[in-house]
């Protein structure tokens, strides 16, 4: 019995995946950078369907990211697991540096973070030996010196477990597997039939990613090279090849011995990539002592077959880009939604029977700071995201509707004010804001005080529209609005495109809120 992943396994905004196994189970953990809660916990029993079990970082006790870039933050997380208990080892650059938390369940709650003095440099991993012996594995600068920007090494250290203190000497024992390469970055360690295996991505996040392998005999070395390397990489199928950035990879095996790698890459629109970096899946064998990925092919496919049988899984998924959410009747927000740089319930409140509130806050999108903003990941090329919004709250110098977000220098906006009567949009463009439409609506009061709003990407286009419930027709405010400024290419940085509710105010005043009744994301 088999089953079929559909690449890629997890669309939109997850980068930097990590994977572990724990009998029948996988998990898997991303980045998350400037969002909160940080690190989602993705759950499956097949490889190709997976459900969300909770967040790793969720708690204010547990990181800070006050005044961090969208791209700063939470960097490259790994999961392992041993004797019972799950560690996530990752970095904060923006406060702490590295840390590992613990926990016995990985739908949390998770330890508070146990930072790691000496811990120099970004993307560790954790591996435990035979004899259970802990080591981080990290990489940074030249320890002689960097002769060139991205001339770093990678290094292997004990960590003690009971103390969360590194002990001994720290080793630099691999700079990349080719000459003068940059990056040599996402290192993980493995051990089969008595080699150490230290996988890496090397060339940098971008088009030159890639991912290389090396072994030894002994932990620390000497490493010897693959003369197959780059063992997996889409550097060398041209700028216009539909997947790209291939690589920051992580292996795993089945209970029934089978290999499978874990990895970021792109699916950029006539080159702009709006959606960020996504998780692919690719088969893994074992020839001569060397890990081959996706054998006869050499690159990521469509659908990657799984000697496993299928599992659907509670809230598991597989492509499917639709969510519904009628908040009214909620107790509590599901563990996918995103807010920037505090916890969603500093923004905003759920009461049954009405729905969600958001804070009218002074902060607004263009800021680093904590918007009042309530997001999901992008998972499609094309897709609508539709909300109701209750328009009575909306007073003077108060507004609130939908957004689309690549960073605070890079979005767009809907903004209903006036107690549903005027509604703009606003494209936000290297911090400069233009409006891309904008009407004096009426009808907010015989349609009960309430208003839809509709937000729909075609690839690199978009339209926003609104109507009152008991409206017949959609009103166009802007169609056709060229998005290609909402991505990596022109925005930089590491992170996707996120979707959600907005709202502010002029003069922000306690307990007040804007409230949405419902929220929908579906594809197109």
Sequence with gaps: MSVYALNPILPGFYPDPSICAVGEDFYLVNSTFSYFPGLPVMHSRDLAHWEQIGNVMERESQMCLAGCGHSQGLFAPTIRYHQGVFYVVCTNVSHGGNFVVTAKDPAGPWSDPHFLEGADGIDPSLFF??????????THPNPQGCRYDGDYYIWIQELDLERFVLTGEPRNVWNGAMRDIVWPEGPHLYKKDGWYYLMNAEGGTGPEHAVTVCRSRNLYGPYENNFCNPILTHRHLGQEYPIKYVGHADLVETSGGEWYMVMLAVRPLEGYTTMGRETFLAKVVWEKGWPVVNPGVGMLTDQVQIDLPEWKGNQAQSGDVWEAYDFGRMDALPPSFLSLRLPPERLCRLEKGRGLGLAFGSGTLKEQGSPSYLALRQRSHR????????????????RAGLALVQSNAYHLRLEIGEQGETAEVILCTGGQDVSAGKKKLAGSESSGGRIELCLKVDGLKAGVFVRFPKGKDWVPLAEGLDIRQLSTETAGGFVGCSVGMYAVSDQPSQDQWAWFETFETAGL
């Design 129 to 138: 030996d035979d004899d259970g012996r802990c080591y981080y594995i990290g």
């Design 383 to 398: 897709f609508q995201a539709l909300a109701v919004l209750q328009t009575k709250e909306l007073t003077e110098g108060r």
